[in-house]
């Protein structure tokens, strides 16, 4: 059984718009949500991260989003760029030990 | 920069050979993961380590061991490979919040 569900798996979104990458969860025990991104043959890094006492967090052109209530999170990302080209995971972790989602391949067209 | 390396970027292995993957972190991290990464099912976690000497199975950890002599190296073991062990790895490390990845070993079982 999945612990993380994101969504969509792929997402193509030309240079300037809006990208935004869905994920949901069941265990309410999850106390952090990170996002981390990953470019092809390097390992994920952590992008953004945040706790369930807010509602959302902004870093430079990334927000995230949390809904307590509905147990989801989203990623946004503004103005995207090519360069923001890369796999997306979210996680949720308590007790030190993360669960991912399946991962989401964005794609920015110039 | 806490740093993680894998010691091989790119395997190819038999079937039914013993394998070893490296995991050397630099910054005195009490706990470290090994995760494989497969299209669509995202992140998956295979062992952890809390502390040297310490092992604790993850979501898959069929097939596959660890060892943890000392606080750096964490090493997973395929004990007699399988071609459905073909997979990325990754290593990471952390002290506390958030992951730091190794760039990950993409094993071939041939």
């Known amino acids: 059984q999945q612990q993380v569900k994101q969504s969509p798996q792929s997402l193509i979104v030309q240079k300037g718009g809006i990208s935004i990458i869905n994920c949901a969860y069941e265990n309410t025990a999850f106390d952090y949500f990170p996002w981390y991104q990953q470019f092809p043959g390097k390992g994920p890094a952590l992008l953004i991260a945040i706790r369930p006492d807010v509602s959302e967090k902004k870093e430079g052109r990334f927000t995230i989003s949390f809904n307590k209530s509905a147990k989801q999170f989203s990623l946004h990302i503004m103005d995207s760029q090519p360069g923001d080209s890369a796999t997306y995971f979210c996680?949720?972790?308590?007790?030190?030990?993360?669960?991912f989602g399946s991962g989401t391949k964005l794609n920015v067209k110039p | 920069d806490v740093k993680v390396t894998q010691s091989s970027r790119y395997l190819v292995k038999r079937t039914g050979e013993k394998v070893f993957l490296e995991c050397v972190q630099d910054m005195d991290h009490e706990n470290m993961f090994w995760y494989r990464q497969d299209p669509g099912l995202g992140l998956r976690l295979i062992y952890f380590s809390y502390d040297v000497k310490m092992k604790e199975k993850g979501d898959i950890p069929e097939g596959y061991s660890v060892s943890r002599e000392k606080k750096e190296r964490f090493s997973l073991i395929l004990e007699s490979a399988s071609t459905n062990q073909t997979s990325m790895y990754l290593c990471a490390s952390s002290l506390g919040e958030g992951y730091t990845f190794g760039s990950g070993t993409r094993l071939t079982v041939v």
């Open positions: 996680a949720a972790s308590n007790f030190n030990k993360f669960y």
